[in-house]
């Protein structure tokens, strides 16, 4: 798939005028035991994409019986880490004690902005035993970066408790400093056409500045939330969320409503003396059969994960893309950022994708 970009619209970056990039995706199996797949992707050198050839996945690997063996650039994701190796993963697969993982390697990929071989070094070791519904997990894990080395352990479940509630939990630890690194604990139940949930979150970040604005390390605070989602129709679904920060005098409601082809979206809240409220607003359609059309406002909507911040903000998008055959789009927009972390942007252009 190939993309080419122009004006290049980022709010970091607003002084480059142009972008292109080619993500090739590949797999391929060779009798019933060895097969391959790799992802790259290879585009224009920018500030934020140092290296403009990026390895994201190139693995091979082999399963004999109930043992599989992988080499290359791997991924590994669960309910406790995500983790980037360039080594190698073994997993052993049983029907009545589970399956036993060994993950690791000595160049661990941490900013995909730039996929070169890297000083650092990763292992895991876990297990897990069941299927979603029934399950759980244990892993132990060490990262080291530079010269600093944090070891982590944790567990995780899912499982369905009497009158039809639903559970899941994951908790880690960092061994070193004896501190919990993260909590999720959810609990949810179907009444109809709606499900009911609510649950606690916390997570500790332990690598400096996670994002510009800030010059420390970042801890997010235990958040209880207390949701409820309703499906009122074959086309109408409308999500709610209320969040508590403990020991933080902050509280925020996120509401969602999806009707066909129209999206709206409230934010309402206090952070200590300031007000949260934010608007998102989108809708598309079509003209014709290969025309098609959409457009957004979000008004003071900024929010990264778990960080809610009452600034003033707004942002416009509109567009209009024509799919002239199967594999080829052609998309014309215009798009405007008023944010007080990055630039003022007005600009238009042309997004042309291809795919071969």
Do not use: C
């Amino acid at each position: 798939t190939t993309t080419t970009l122009t004006p290049r619209v980022s709010m970091l970056q607003a002084e480059e005028e142009f972008f292109w990039n080619s993500v090739l995706h590949y797999s391929q199996k060779f009798g019933k035991s060895f097969s391959f797949r790799t992802q790259m992707e290879f585009g224009s050198e920018t500030a934020s994409l140092p290296n403009p050839y990026r390895i994201y996945d190139l693995t091979i690997q082999y399963q004999l019986k109930n043992h599989t063996v992988a080499l290359g650039r791997l991924t590994h994701w669960s309910n406790l880490v995500l983790a980037h190796v360039d080594g190698f993963k073994y997993q052993l697969d049983t029907k009545k004690l589970g399956s036993v993982i060994a993950f690791g390697g000595f160049d661990a990929v941490i900013d995909f902005s730039d996929t070169a071989f890297t000083d650092n070094k990763f292992f895991l070791l876990g297990w897990a035993k069941g299927q979603p519904g029934k399950a759980i997990n244990f892993s132990f894990w060490n990262e080291n970066h530079g010269e600093e080395s944090s070891s982590f352990f944790g567990g995780g479940f899912s499982y369905r408790l009497p009158l039809d509630i639903r559970s899941s939990a994951s908790l880690a630890f960092a061994l070193a400093d004896k501190q919990i690194y993260r909590t999720n604990l959810r609990l949810s139940k179907s009444l109809g056409k709606h499900t009911v949930s609510t649950g606690i979150r916390q997570r500790r970040y332990l690598t400096a500045e996670p994002y510009p604005w800030t010059d420390d390390k970042y801890s997010s605070p235990p958040q209880l939330h207390l949701g409820v989602n309703s499906r009122l129709g074959t086309r109408f679904f409308w999500f709610n969320q209320l969040n508590q920060r403990l020991g933080k005098a902050v509280t925020y409601l996120r509401s969602s409503a999806n009707y066909a082809n129209y999206s709206l979206t409230l934010l309402l809240g206090k952070n200590g003396d300031q007000t949260i409220t934010g608007l998102n607003l989108g809708a598309r359609g079509k003209l014709a059969s290969a025309i098609s059309y959409g457009s957004s406002v979000g008004i003071n909507s900024i929010g990264y994960s778990d960080i809610i911040e009452p600034v003033n903000s707004l942002g416009l998008y509109g567009y209009m893309t024509w799919n002239p055959a199967d594999l080829i789009s052609l998309r014309l927009f215009a798009r405007y950022y008023q944010n007080p972390y990055y630039e003022y942007d007005l600009r238009g252009g042309m997004v042309l994708n291809v795919a071969l």
